[in-house]
């Protein structure tokens, strides 16, 4: 048995290589082929445009695929959403959509808009937002901001982009974040949906994993309650009995940006024998 998996070509798809590798999962690509190996037998790869990648899952010729939720959206197809990887370009956050005018421009609301022409990537969601509003207009598609538009609904993650070329935010038209989706007979396969249900555990343990670290320490029973007061718990952190009754061992998962001012005050705290150390995948 052997699934077919999608992974976006383009702009998301060094940070998708990066995080199958962080989940375990290596990718072997070669610039001159759509097609990759991997270091599982049971796991074939294709780099796939993210705005195909709905198509293709729906269609059977991929099991499952790493897309975003607005090429699903875009796509009007019938996937399964496996999981949201929150995850883009650049950060560990979502994306938006937004309607954008020229710096310059007279409008100023979503209904000045009404008979104009806007141009965008993402055409049908587009044309629902407007819709949706009552607002008539006319929608184009362009993979670039078109002098000729009156408005355009580009993704932004930061918003530079849209100030480099001095445009400025109406309104939001969606939001988006990355998603594994499957196709719903490979769902329905049980060897094939263990192998997807897999692969997802292992992505966002992976995901929930970036930017923390984990911590060791040893604290005196009665200066437990100081230390736990310092530290910004994942949830709770573990508390277990050393073989001196007197003493106890603390492990908890933090941010890394938060070690640095963490680490001194447990010292301050009386806690000992600090342990900082990476983390490759946490498993809610």
């Known amino acids: 048995m052997k699934i077919r998996l999608g992974v976006p070509k383009g702009s998301l798809q060094e940070a998708s290589l990066q995080l199958l ?15 990759a190996s991997t270091n599982d037998s049971e796991i074939e790869c294709m780099l796939i445009r993210a705005q195909e990648m709905a198509r293709y899952v729906e269609h059977g010729a991929l099991d499952v695929g790493i897309t975003g939720l607005d090429w699903v959206l875009e796509s009007g197809l019938e996937v399964v959403t496996v999981a949201d990887l929150v995850y883009a370009k650049q950060s560990r956050g ?6 954008a005018v020229p710096e310059e421009s007279s409008y100023k609301t979503v209904e000045d808009l009404a008979g104009c022409t806007v141009a965008t990537e993402l055409v049908q969601v587009t044309y629902q937002y407007f819709a949706q509003k009552n607002i008539p207009v006319n929608v184009e598609f362009s993979f670039k ?5 009156d408005a355009i609904v580009e993704v932004t993650e930061t918003g530079s982009s849209l100030r480099a070329n001095r445009l400025r935010i109406i309104d939001a038209v969606l939001e988006s974040n990355t998603q594994i989706i499957a196709n719903k007979k490979a769902w329905a396969d049980q060897c094939k949906r263990q192998k997807i249900e897999n692969l997802a555990l292992m992505l966002c343990g992976a995901l929930h994993a970036q ?13 437990l309650k100081t230390v736990l007061s310092v530290l910004p718990a994942l949830k709770n952190p573990t508390i277990s009995t050393l073989s001196n009754q007197d003493w106890v061992a ?5 941010e890394e940006s938060e070690a640095w001012k963490v680490i001194p005050q447990l010292k301050a705290a009386k ?14």
């Open 21 to 35: 590798g962080r989940a375990g999962l290596n990718v072997f690509t070669n610039g001159r082929s759509y097609l």
């Open 94 to 99: 979502k994306v938006r959509w937004v309607l």
């Open 145 to 149: 901001p078109p002098t000729l538009a």
């Open 211 to 223: 930017g923390r670290v984990g911590l060791m320490l040893n604290v005196r029973r009665e200066d």
């Open 250 to 254: 603390v492990n908890t998962i933090i």
């Open 271 to 284: 806690a000992q024998g600090i342990v900082e150390y990476p983390l490759n995948k946490v498993v809610m």
